[in-house]
T-cell receptor, first 114, second 113 residues
Framework: DARVTQTPRHKVTEMGQEVTMRCQPI?????VFWYRQTMMQGLELLAY????????DSGMPKDRFSAEMPDATLATLKIQPSEPRDSAVYFC????????????FGSGTRLTVV | GDSVTQMEGPVTLSEEAFLTINCTYT??????LFWYVQYPGEGLQLLLK?????DKGSNKGFEATYRKETTSFHLEKGSVQVSDSAVYFC????????????FGKGTMLLVSP
């Protein structure tokens, strides 16, 4: 089965450090999402790309978060500087433009900022 | 805006019991509806979907029917197993070229032997 691959699976970092999370979408998928999951807030949409162009990043704190797709096989989410409140599981999902096919999620990056 | 409301958990059942997890939605227009399942330590997996009113999605013994009149998409299973213990998310997306997935808060299901 085709998979969305996220790296790293776990990351522990100190407050103030830069964190980069990577996602390899399924080949041929032209839509990529980044979601953050916490117990308190549930699943929050951070960013949304179609054909590598950012369509919506309104859910992302602009001062410290950035999301990019340098090419069709790689999406990145960066946090600089990281803060303890950024501790969460970050999921990437990919799919096709017609949203009613559903999206495939990666296994997530569990980030802990101490 | 669009929203999804799920029953709060945890839902605790014995093996072979009947399962219902309620989901209702608010949307302008006619969305596609989904159930995703998240097992511990894993990402979300698409469980089933329905794209128009009266459609029934089914997979692995789970079913859900898209009810436009009650704006609902309740998840059911006739006989749960311990391996069904997970968090279940109801979600919607609008059938337009620019639409994201809107999730409910999730319902934890715990099945005991």
């Amino acid at each position: 089965d085709a998979r969305v691959t996220q790296t790293p699976r776990h990351k522990v970092t100190e407050m103030g450090q830069e964190v980069t999370m990577r996602c390899q979408p399924i080949l041929g998928h032209n839509t990529v999402f980044w979601y953050r999951q916490t117990m308190m807030q549930g699943l929050e949409l951070l960013a949304y790309f179609r054909n590598r162009a950012p369509l919506d990043d309104s859910g992302m704190p602009k001062d410290r978060f950035s999301a990019e797709m340098p090419d069709a096989t790689l999406a990145t989410l960066k946090i600089q500087p990281s803060e303890p409140r950024d501790s969460a599981v970050y999921f990437c999902a990919s799919g096709l433009e017609l949203a009613n096919y559903g999206y495939t999620f990666g296994s997530g990056t569990r980030l802990t900022v101490v | 805006g669009d929203s999804v409301t799920q029953m709060e958990g945890p839902v605790t059942l014995s093996e072979e019991a009947f399962l219902t997890i309620n989901c209702t939605y608010t949307a302008t227009g006619y969305p596609s509806l989904f159930w995703y399942v998240q097992y511990p330590g894993e990402g979300l997996q698409l469980l089933l979907k329905a794209t128009k009113a009266d459609d029934k999605g089914s997979n692995k013994g789970f079913e859900a029917t898209y009810r436009k009149e009650t704006t609902s998409f309740h998840l059911e299973k006739g006989s749960v197993q311990v391996s069904d213990s997970a968090v279940y998310f109801c979600a919607l997306t609008m059938n337009s070229g620019y639409s994201t997935l809107t999730f409910g808060k999730g319902t934890m299901l715990l099945v005991s032997p």
